[in-house]
Structure formats: C-alpha cells, structure tokens
C-alpha cells in the first residue's frame, strides 16, 4: 500500500513534465516557465512543508499523516485539471507540492519499523520502484488519455484515482511500534528529541549531509533531465504522444526499476563489509553512466535515444536507495521520518528546484541561435554535474570510511 501510495506521488509529480507540449500549446508557455512551475515553484512548497509535516509525523501516527498527505496532492492533482493560465496552473501545482511533503518521510520511518536492519535495503529500494512506475504508468497512461481526449481529463482521472487510495492506507497501513525491530542504547524512550534537536544532529553530521549534497546533485542531473525528457523526444526528435506512451514508458520502467532493485540488493550485500558502500556504488554507477547519457542527448532519432536513455535511467538511480537506507539506519528511530524529511528537503531544493529551473532557462537562452535544437544544447550543461556528484560520493566513502563504529557494532 505504501508502494502504490508513492507511485500516485510521483505520477501526479511528472505529470506536467510528460505532458509538457500540449500544456505548452494550451497555456502558451514558454520552456522556462515550465522549468520554473514544474521545479522552483514546486520544490518551495514541498521543502518548507516537509520538515513541519516530519516533525509532526515523528510525534503522532504516521499512517493517518500519510492519507492526509495524499488527500490533498489528489485533490490538488484534479484542479490542476481545470487551470485555465499559467498563474492558475501552478498554485495548484505548487499545492500538489504542498500534499507530497507529507507522503516519502512518514514511509521511510514505517518501512523502518517493519523490517531490521540488514534487510532495510532491499525493503526500500522496492518502495523506490514507485517512482519509475508511477512515471512509466504515467507516460503510457496519462499519455493515453491526453490522446484519446486531453491533457485535462488525465489529471482529473489521476487525482480521482488518488483519493480512493486514502482510504486504502487508513485500512491497510497499521502504525507500527516506533523502533521496535532496533536496540536503542543510551537514550530513555521518553527523552524525545526535539526539533532543534534533530536540525542540528543531521547538519553536524558530515555523513548525513555530504549524503544529502551527494543525492542532491544526482538529483539535478535526473529532474533537469526528467522535466523536460518527453518535450525533447517530441519537439527535437520526432516522436508522437502515442509513441512515448508506449516505448518512453517501457524505458522508465525497465530502466528506473531495474535501477532501485539492484541498488537496493547492492546495499544490503556490500554494506555487510564496509559502509563505504552507501558511497561507492552510487559512486561507480555515475561513472558509467556519463559515456550513456551524452549519447542519449546527442542520438540522431528517438529510437537510438531511447537505447541509451534506458542504461542512463538505471545508473542514474542508484544513489537513491543507498542515502535512503544510510540516513534511516545512521540516525534514532523517533528521529527518522524528520531527518528522512531533511535529507528530501536538500536534495529535492537542489534538484528539483534547480534542475528544472536552470535547464528550461539555459533552453530559453540557446533558442536565439540554435531554435532547432535548444533544449540538446540545454541537456549538454548538466553534464559537468555528474563530475560534481561523483566528487561529493567519494568524499562520503572518505568520511564513512574514518567513522567509529556505532557501540555494539563490529569495525568494518
């Protein structure tokens, strides 16, 4: 339930980057008002909102925190639907924003308090396969429907959609106890943290944030892409709506999904031998997949880029499960949904606030002298940001590989 909870999240999240070109016509938007609505605009509200609603959520039940969440982004998702400007459109986006902050940081803590440590790995990065499937059912069907009728009536229909599931997570998601499958040492249960508390543990902490910096220039690279993926396999490659409903969605998924289970399987294998894992993998993964995304940006037809886009999606997402999994198990249960709530509020400012907003501004800026192809030379400026991913990753295995093992712990 969860699971199918996080894939409305993320569809109702893509759905105006999938879109993008009939909103575009409809609204008269230009790529840069898109990059801001769809990034800064939208990452404003979900940061600020995520670290009161993690606070909350860390004191009170989960569960019920999460249907509220999901009501309102539904329900925000619907009116998006009926915008009939581009101021209308995103308030309602950003109100989207606004019911999203509440879904992630409660799930992570409860995902937490049903498996122990050593299997959360694994149980996390199937959690995170929501996000490729809510983006594959996203293309193919919210494709679908702006085809066969418009791009209003699928997000009408998703939002629906979305209020039903509320009623699943108030009937299937039972709060469970908090740290119960963990050995809390040194603290009585009573002694809860506080906000300030929790603030100051995860920015003094070099490991949870150079995880956080790490994951939020990944994140720069895969929303700057994302955003505006299908507009470029459309507008400069010559695909239908009808064509990325239907192969754009079968590379989200095999590539974003194949990504979060293996990294997940990888986390839980590695980091049994040194920490160092949480960095390395991603590490190593961003390496190889720079060579996959300068061909994806620079291929001469859609069905080449869709070759390389695939092994692009599935390197680019193994940096999720493993900051997840380090920041979950690194910190104290009454602690986790608030610095799960930190660690989305730097990497989601970083990178789907800036992501988006600097590629659609950088297209606005190439039309002038290249209006064929300004958002491939658009794609070519996140390039250098893998190299600074790939740095901030490393300097994480540097630090985790000089940390003193928790007490009770073996050195590894």
């Not at 009585?188 to 070099?206: H, L, V």
């Amino acid at each position: 339930m969860l699971w199918l909870v996080y894939v409305l999240n993320f569809l109702s999240r893509q759905l105006p980057a999938i879109l993008a070109k009939p909103i575009q016509d409809s609204l008269h938007l230009s790529d840069g008002q898109l990059g801001r609505m769809s990034g800064l605009y939208f990452a404003l509200f979900y940061c600020c909102i995520s670290i009161p609603v993690g606070w909350f959520a860390d004191k009170t039940n989960r569960s019920r925190v999460l249907a509220a969440a999901c009501g309102i982004w539904s329900a925000a998702t619907m009116c998006c639907g009926f915008a009939a400007s581009y101021f209308q459109f995103a308030v309602t986006y950003m109100t989207v924003g606004f019911g999203e902050a509440g879904g992630v940081p409660p799930s992570y803590s409860i995902i937490c308090d049903y498996f122990p440590a050593g299997r959360r790995g694994t149980a996390l990065g199937i959690y995170n396969i929501g996000p490729p499937v809510g983006a594959a059912l996203g293309i193919a069907f919210g494709a679908s429907i702006a085809a066969a009728f418009n791009w209003r009536t699928a997000f009408v229909s998703l939002g629906a959609v979305g209020l039903i599931a509320v009623f699943g997570v108030l009937l299937f998601v039972p709060e469970p106890r908090r740290g119960g499958l963990d050995r809390i040492e040194g603290h009585a249960t009573a002694d809860k943290p506080s906000f300030r508390q929790t603030f100051a543990m995860f920015f003094s902490r070099p490991s949870l944030l150079l995880a956080a910096l790490g994951s939020g220039a990944t994140q720069f690279i895969t929303y700057g892409m994302g955003n505006f993926t299908v507009l470029f396999l459309m507008r400069e490659k010559g695909m239908t709506l009808r064509e990325v409903a239907v192969y754009y969605a079968l590379v989200a998924a095999l590539g974003m999904g194949g990504s979060m289970l293996v990294s997940g399987r990888l986390i839980d294998r590695f980091t049994r031998r040194s920490k160092q894992a949480y960095a390395l993998v991603p590490a190593v993964a961003l390496v190889a997949a720079i060579p996959f995304y300068l061909a994806f940006v620079s291929s001469p037809s859609w069905h080449v880029a869709l070759l390389f886009l695939t092994g692009t999606l599935f390197l680019n997402y193994f940096y999720l499960s493993s900051a997840v999994t380090l920041v979950q198990e690194e910190v104290r249960p009454d602690q986790r949904v608030m610095s799960g709530a930190l660690l989305l509020l730097v990497m989601n400012f970083i990178g789907l606030g800036l992501g988006p907003t600097c590629v659609g501004a950088a297209s606005d800026f190439f039309r002038a002298s290249h209006p064929q192809h300004s958002l491939q030379f658009a794609l070519y400026t996140l390039a250098p940001c893998y190299v600074l991913a790939i740095a901030l990753f490393l300097a994480l295995a540097r630090v985790l590989r000089n940390e003193r093992p928790k007490e009770g712990e073996p050195a590894r």
